[in-house]
């Protein structure tokens, strides 16, 4: 513990996460250094824009929608912290005659990027879309790229049909 809180006295933290790492003072004078982007310190996250800790979730497998039905775009945006890659499922189990189409999009200080997108969903199916480095670049399924430091997943409702469909995605290291 006491070389890892020796190690980010240097960037200037004050607080204490819940991991239990006693308060930082900065430099030895107790002045806080300007810092600015995310630490992580024992599986928590200090984000210097709203400076506080944040526990980072035990499991890189989140559930982004429960089984529902819908007819509007839903989306979500996904904080990457060390990871390389995102696996990212759409089970759609009453289509009807609506249509999905899933898009994962890169978000830049001046500019977001479709990275991947799906072909149109308009049957009852499992799809995946893969990001990872040394993937093949398969059109509507897979690129060979590292994950960005911010991602929005969107599903756009490309009708205003319902579909009764679930997401979930993985963080890959």
Not at 75 to 103: A, E, H, P, R
Not at 104 to 121: D, E, K, Q
């Amino acid at each position: 513990m006491a070389d890892l809180a020796q190690k980010v006295v240097g960037l200037g933290i004050a607080g204490t996460p819940a991991g239990g790492v006693t308060t930082v003072q900065g430099d030895p004078a107790g002045t806080p250094l300007p810092i600015s982007g995310t630490v992580v310190v024992q599986n928590e996250i200090y984000d210097v824009a709203t400076s506080a800790w944040i526990p980072e979730p035990n499991s890189n497998y989140v559930q982004f929608l429960a089984p529902g039905s819908r007819t509007t775009t839903q989306q979500t945006t996904v904080q990457n912290v060390g990871y390389k890659g995102l696996i990212w499922v759409v089970k759609t189990t009453i289509i009807g005659t609506g249509s999905l189409t899933m898009n994962i999009i890169a978000n830049f200080p001046n500019a977001s990027v479709v990275l991947l997108a799906s072909a149109a969903i308009t049957s009852n199916t499992i799809v995946t879309l893969t990001i990872y480095p040394g993937m093949p670049n398969t059109a509507n399924v897979s690129t060979s790229q590292s994950l960005p430091r911010t991602v929005v997943l969107q599903i756009v409702a490309n009708n205003a049909n319902p579909v009764t469909y679930s997401s979930d995605y993985s963080l890959q290291s």
